[in-house]
């Protein structure tokens, strides 16, 4: 088939400061935190505004728990195209500590950030709108300069993935049918570390969130109210109770206790390994532990390829953040009568959030502490496909072509997404991400993404269609 990529760049490159940037800047200008609700409806809107003036059909916003999923439909002028499913999400982080922001973090202000130069820093650019606003962009570039689109694209944008999905769930459930007859999924995200290597996933670890109380009960502590802290000579405190029944969790070297938490932990195939072994060639310790970490070591001081198998391969047991009594100004002398938690332990295959968890309750009565109460906040299983597939045999091919050397598939991504709604039953479709542009900060004040880099991303998106286009021909 025709090469069209060189067309497509010189597009991106004519169109990118003056009509690209300024759509990116627009919606990282539009709160929409999905924790509290904050600009999610006028989000959603304009996402399907823009979806509509790339001329996607059947668009509309579906509301299901909180914040409505996006849909709409990019028909192909080729007749018999197939449909590739276009994965996002226009939701994002609180910007607090406000304080801790260089700029306002809904200003879109194009800051120099070290040592990557000139760089859009809002909350959101990283993850993910920059990445979405992106694909619209290169999208049209594609369809205006062809003169038609050769795929199909059905857009599942959704505003609530910083908060479990929820509204995803149904969403699959309710097109499973349609959406199994698709190519595969493609994630949009930006996958190029601090030194500029780009990366390809095929798949994520799963996540169980939970929070621990610990209320004054039978056991004692006091189960009304706070009390003098005089009382802790004949009346025990909650805080106490919590730390150690967290005690009982992990020894003294960061080895998790609780029975069975391993047993399902699956052993890797052979195309884990090979991943593996080809990323530990690459794996650049300094960057980790200096540009991303700030840590001196890694956990049980493993070193190389052994700490990065970890990072893949271990489950985890971290507490989030804990709290009780009290934390003011000046001094205030009590017993608290709770204490919470907030705990998540991150799933590899064949980990289930479920069974995980009964495994933690059990592990407690075990040891004493059934008064203390486990409240599920997010249980999302893992997700794992296949190298083999279409679309990630494309997003492969786009990386080897970049030009950027030392790129690497992972295997298993460390981080959770809902990808299992699309790579489980009923649906099982492939599900792949990669795409350039250095950025970072996620979550956190500053959160910043390289203009280079979002330019960048415009180009390696349209080397993935590119290549998709080209696999299927081939195999047609």
Same mark, same amino acid.
């Given at each position: 088939?025709?090469?069209?990529?060189?067309?497509?760049?010189?597009?991106?490159?004519?169109?990118?400061?003056?009509? +690209?940037?300024?759509?990116?800047?627009?919606?990282?200008?539009?709160?929409?935190?999905?924790?509290?609700?904050?600009?999610? &409806?006028?989000?959603?809107?304009?996402?399907?505004?823009?979806?509509?003036?790339?001329?996607?059909?059947?668009?509309?916003?579906? +509301?299901?728990?909180?914040?409505?999923?996006?849909?709409?439909?990019?028909?192909?002028?080729?007749?018999?195209?197939?449909?590739?499913?276009?994965?996002?999400?226009?939701?994002?982080?609180?910007?607090? @500590?406000?304080?801790?922001?260089?700029?306002?973090?809904?200003?879109?202000?194009?800051?120099?950030?070290?040592?990557?130069?000139?760089?859009?820093?809002?909350?959101?650019?990283?993850?993910?709108?920059?990445?979405?606003?992106?694909?619209?962009?290169?999208?049209?570039?594609?369809?205006?300069?062809?003169?038609?689109?050769?795929?199909?694209?059905?857009?599942?944008?959704?505003?609530? &993935?910083?908060?479990?999905?929820?509204?995803?769930?149904?969403?699959?459930?309710?097109?499973?049918?349609?959406?199994?007859?698709?190519?595969?999924?493609?994630?949009?995200?930006?996958?190029?570390?601090?030194?500029?290597? @780009?990366?390809?996933?095929?798949?994520?670890?799963?996540?169980?969130?939970?929070?621990?109380?610990?209320?004054?009960?039978?056991?004692?502590?006091?189960?009304?109210?706070?009390?003098?802290?005089?009382?802790?000579?004949?009346?025990?405190?909650?805080?106490?109770?919590?730390?150690?029944?967290?005690?009982?969790?992990?020894?003294?070297?960061?080895?998790?206790?609780?029975?069975?938490?391993?047993?399902?932990?699956?052993?890797?195939?052979?195309?884990?390994?090979?991943?593996?072994?080809?990323?530990?060639?690459?794996?650049?310790?300094?960057?980790?532990?200096?540009?991303?970490?700030?840590?001196?070591?890694?956990?049980?001081?493993?070193?190389?390829?052994?700490?990065?198998?970890?990072?893949?391969?271990?489950?985890?047991?971290?507490?989030?953040?804990?709290?009780?009594?009290?934390?003011?100004?000046?001094?205030?002398?009590?017993? @608290?009568? +709770?204490?919470?938690?907030?705990?998540?332990?991150?799933?590899?295959?064949?980990?289930?959030?479920? &069974?995980?968890?009964?495994?933690?309750?059990?592990?407690?009565?075990?040891?004493?502490?059934?008064?203390?109460?486990?409240?599920?906040?997010?249980?999302?299983?893992?997700?794992?496909?296949?190298?083999?597939?279409?679309?990630?045999?494309?997003?492969?091919?786009?990386?080897?072509?970049?030009?950027?050397?030392?790129?690497?598939?992972?295997?298993?991504?460390?981080?959770?997404?809902?990808?299992?709604?699309?790579?489980?039953?009923?649906?099982?479709?492939?599900?792949?991400?990669?795409?350039?542009?250095?950025?970072?900060?996620?979550?956190?004040?500053?959160?910043?993404?390289?203009?280079?880099?979002?330019?960048?991303?415009?180009?390696?998106?349209?080397?993935?269609?590119?290549?998709?286009?080209?696999?299927?021909?081939?195999?047609?």
């Amino acid at each position: 088939m025709e090469n069209w990529l060189p067309k497509i760049y010189d597009e991106i490159e004519k169109r990118f400061e003056e009509e +690209h940037l300024p759509k990116v800047l627009s919606l990282v200008r539009q709160p929409s935190i999905a924790g509290t609700g904050e600009g999610i &409806e006028e989000c959603a809107q304009m996402v399907l505004d823009m979806l509509n003036d790339l001329g996607c059909e059947e668009g509309h916003l579906e +509301h299901y728990v909180y914040s409505p999923v996006v849909s709409a439909k990019l028909k192909s002028e080729v007749e018999d195209a197939p449909t590739l499913v276009i994965y996002g999400m226009y939701d994002v982080q609180p910007p607090e @500590p406000l304080e801790e922001w260089r700029v306002p973090p809904y200003e879109g202000a194009i800051i120099d950030v070290e040592p990557y130069g000139e760089c859009v820093v809002a909350r959101g650019i990283a993850n993910s709108k920059g990445p979405l606003v992106c694909f619209f962009n290169t999208v049209k570039v594609i369809k205006e300069t062809l003169g038609y689109f050769p795929l199909n694209l059905w857009f599942v944008i959704e505003g609530e &993935e910083e908060m479990g999905s929820e509204s995803l769930a149904p969403f699959t459930k309710n097109h499973a049918d349609e959406l199994s007859k698709c190519l595969g999924v493609y994630l949009l995200s930006a996958r190029q570390d601090e030194n500029g290597k @780009p990366f390809t996933t095929l798949g994520n670890k799963g996540i169980l969130y939970f929070e621990m109380e610990a209320r004054g009960g039978e056991w004692g502590g006091p189960q009304k109210l706070d009390i003098h802290g005089s009382n802790a000579a004949w009346v025990s405190n909650p805080i106490w109770r919590l730390v150690n029944a967290l005690d009982t969790m992990r020894d003294e070297n960061d080895h998790i206790l609780i029975e069975g938490f391993y047993d399902d932990v699956a052993p890797l195939n052979e195309m884990d390994e090979f991943y593996t072994d080809r990323m530990a060639e690459v794996f650049d310790e300094d960057m980790y532990l200096n540009k991303r970490l700030y840590t001196s070591r890694f956990l049980h001081d493993k070193r190389g390829r052994d700490a990065q198998h970890a990072l893949l391969w271990e489950p985890t047991l971290n507490i989030d953040g804990i709290w009780g009594g009290y934390t003011g100004p000046a001094t205030k002398t009590i017993v @608290p009568y +709770h204490a919470t938690c907030k705990v998540d332990v991150r799933l590899v295959p064949n980990m289930r959030p479920e &069974e995980t968890l009964a495994k933690i309750r059990k592990h407690l009565d075990d040891h004493g502490y059934s008064d203390i109460e486990l409240i599920t906040r997010q249980g999302t299983p893992y997700s794992k496909v296949d190298a083999g597939s279409a679309i990630a045999r494309a997003c492969i091919s786009a990386m080897e072509q970049s030009g950027y050397p030392e790129n690497t598939v992972w295997p298993i991504f460390p981080g959770s997404g809902p990808a299992y709604l699309f790579t489980d039953p009923p649906v099982s479709l492939p599900l792949v991400d990669y795409s350039l542009g250095i950025s970072g900060q996620i979550h956190a004040p500053n959160e910043y993404f390289t203009v280079k880099g979002l330019k960048e991303n415009e180009m390696s998106v349209a080397a993935v269609i590119w290549n998709l286009c080209r696999i299927l021909e081939e195999e047609a």
